[in-house]
Nanobody
Framework: QVLLIESGGGLVQAGGSLRLSCVAS????????MAWFRQAPGKEREFVASIRWNVGSTNYADSVKGRFTISRDNAKNTVYLQMNSLKPEDTSVYYCTADSYGSEKAWGQGTQVTVSS
């Protein structure tokens, strides 16, 4: 099992930036992909961005392309989400996930991001 701890959320004005971090521990040797999802009040959880752990290839939701960047530090077992040009509609709880061979998808506890207009 992989344990995920997110940090970096907070309150920011529209147009501002935040960087989220997610530290993975436990059975990380089998992890092949990490991602960020988000869920706003009254809405379904949605995919934001993902990164393949070994090769570093990335994928983004159309709504965040060009504004958000996902990256990882393999030595620290950490994935980051740099969020620039934030909009009020980016307000959500952001969740880190890990996909590992032989295990169910792991989810972090979430971190709140609030963007004021």
């Amino acid at each position: 099992q992989v344990l995920l701890i997110e940090s970096g959320g907070g309150l920011v004005q529209a147009g501002g930036s935040l960087r989220l971090s997610c530290v993975a521990s436990g059975r990380t040797s089998s992890t092949y992909r990490m991602a960020w999802f988000r869920q706003a009040p009254g809405k379904e959880r949605e995919f934001v961005a993902s990164i393949r752990w070994n090769v570093g290839s990335t994928n983004y939701a159309d709504s965040v392309k060009g504004r958000f960047t996902i990256s990882r530090d393999n030595a620290k077992n950490t994935v980051y989400l740099q969020m620039n040009s934030l909009k009020p509609e980016d307000t959500s709880v952001y969740y880190c996930t890990a996909d590992s061979y032989g295990s169910e998808k792991a989810w972090g506890q979430g971190t709140q991001v609030t963007v004021s207009s």
